[in-house]
C-alpha cells in the first residue's frame, strides 16, 4: 500500500477512537506494524494519533515493530507516557538478520539482543504506569504446553525487569548546597585529640563495631 495518506488515516483513528468509546466503551490505540507502509514506524504512528486530534489518541509500541520497522528505541524518550495505551513486550533473536523477521521468530525476553533493560529505564522516565503485554508469536511455543509457556514468560519479562538500570536521581539543588556547606565545615573542624586515632565517620578505632560481627 504505497499511496498512504496519513491525514486520511488520521481522520479515520479519530472516528474509530469515536465508535469505541460512545458506542463500546472502549479507547482504541493506534499501532504501526512492519509491513503496513505508512504506519510502520513509531513516529508514523504517533504522527497519526496527534494528527486525530483527540484528546483519547494513544500508541501501542512493539520492541519487535520498533526493531524490525526501524524505528530504534530512543524515541520512546520524546514521548508522554500517557501516551501510551499498553507496550508490548518480547525478544528478537541475533541469528537473523533484521529483513528477515517475522512475528513467528519472536523469543521471551532476554533470549535475543533487543535492549529491553534501557527500555524499561526509558519508559519508567517518561512517566508510563500502564500494562506491559507479553506478545509472542511464535508457532514453537504454541506446541508446548500453555501454562508452562506462561510461568515461562512471566519470568523471564520480571527477570528482565529486575535488571534493568535505575535511573540516576540527582540531588536537588538545596540539598547540594547544603552539602557542600557541610564540608567546608568539616574542612574547618579542628583536629581531633592526641591519641585518639579517628575510625570509620571519625568515630576512634576503639568504638567502631568490628566487621561482620554479630551478637
Known amino acids: 500500500w504505497t ?13 474509530l477512537l ?18 503496513l507502509e505508512g504506519a510502520k514506524r513509531m513516529g508514523q504512528a504517533a504522527a497519526i494519533a496527534i494528527d486525530a ?7 501501542i509500541p512493539d520492541v519487535f515493530h520498533m526493531h524490525i ?20 513486550f518480547n525478544d528478537a533473536p541475533a541469528n537473523l538478520p533484521t529483513d528477515q523477521l517475522k512475528d513467528e521468530h519472536r523469543v521471551y ?23 506491559v503485554s507479553l506478545e509472542l508469536y511464535n508457532p514453537t511455543y504454541w506446541a508446548q504446553d500453555h ?14 525487569i529486575r535488571r534493568f538500570p535505575a535511573p540516576v536521581e540527582e540531588a536537588p539543588a538545596d540539598d547540594a548546597a547544603e552539602a557542600e556547606n557541610e ?7 579542628p583536629a581531633p585529640d592526641a591519641g585518639s ?6 568515630v576512634p578505632e576503639d568504638e567502631v563495631p568490628a566487621a561482620g560481627a554479630s551478637d
Open 183 to 189: 564540608a567546608d565545615t568539616d574542612a574547618d573542624a
Open 3 to 15: 499511496e498512504f495518506d496519513p491525514k486520511w488515516a488520521a481522520d479515520r483513528y479519530r472516528e
Open 197 to 202: 586515632t579517628p575510625g570509620a565517620a571519625g
Open 109 to 131: 525476553p532476554g533470549d535475543g539482543l533487543l535492549p529491553l533493560a534501557s527500555t524499561l529505564r526509558d519508559l519508567k522516565h517518561i512517566g508510563f504506569n500502564r500494562c
Open 69 to 88: 520497522g526501524d524505528s530504534g528505541f530512543t524515541g520512546l524518550r520524546h514521548l508522554a507516557g500517557d501516551f501510551i495505551s499498553i507496550f508490548q
Open 147 to 160: 501454562l508452562s509457556v506462561a510461568k515461562t514468560g512471566l519470568e523471564k519479562t520480571l527477570d528482565v
Open 53 to 59: 486530534d483527540h484528546p483519547d489518541a494513544t500508541i
Open 18 to 35: 469515536e465508535i469505541g468509546i460512545n458506542d463500546y466503551n472502549i479507547k482504541p490505540s493506534m499501532v504501526f506494524v512492519e509491513f
